[in-house]
């Protein structure tokens, strides 16, 4: 057996219009489909869904930072830091914050939290020969400034 692609990520979140808003508006996903009001799909284009959004409750409780389980999303939003610049301004236009911004040498990154508190990593790549080489370049992390 060998798994082929990451098919879709479902995050649990407090409330699902709030969250819909972030993913569909802020971010630009296309939404593609509802359950109820307990879920929402999202599509990048190339597949049926991407990202789902869960509703679970108003009142559910932050996760513990110390414990297991996910620690960011990570969404291509270009190949040249022109676009990731485009959107940094688009971010900031629309009040969201952005708490860190890296150059992993293989991509350029801002990192931001969504709606709930969910690390939310948007990225351009790098040339791929820079880890085709070398697969532990991965290992790059310095301060960007756009």
């Not at 819909?20 to 509802?34: C, P, Q, S, W």
């Not at 969504?114 to 991965?138: C, Q, T």
């Not at 290992?139 to 400034?145: E, F, N, S």
Request: charged content about 25%; aromatic content about 8%; some cysteine.
């Amino acid at each position: 057996m060998q798994v082929k692609a990451l098919g879709h990520v479902v995050l649990k979140v407090r409330d699902l219009e709030r969250s819909t808003i972030f993913y569909r508006d802020i971010l630009g996903m296309k939404e593609v489909a509802r359950y109820k009001d307990a879920m929402a799909f999202f599509s990048l284009g190339d597949n049926h869904h991407d990202l789902g959004l869960m509703q679970i409750s108003a009142h559910a409780t932050e996760a513990d930072p110390t414990s297991i389980g996910l620690y960011h999303v990570a969404f291509k939003v270009g190949d040249s830091l022109d676009e990731l610049r485009a959107c940094k301004a688009h971010l900031e236009a629309n009040n969201v914050s952005i708490f860190g911004m890296s150059d992993h040498g293989v991509s350029q990154s801002l990192y931001l939290q969504d709606p709930d508190g969910i690390e939310i990593e948007l990225y351009v790549d790098a040339d791929p020969a820079i880890w085709r080489d070398d697969p532990g370049a991965v290992l790059t992390t310095k301060r960007l400034q756009l």
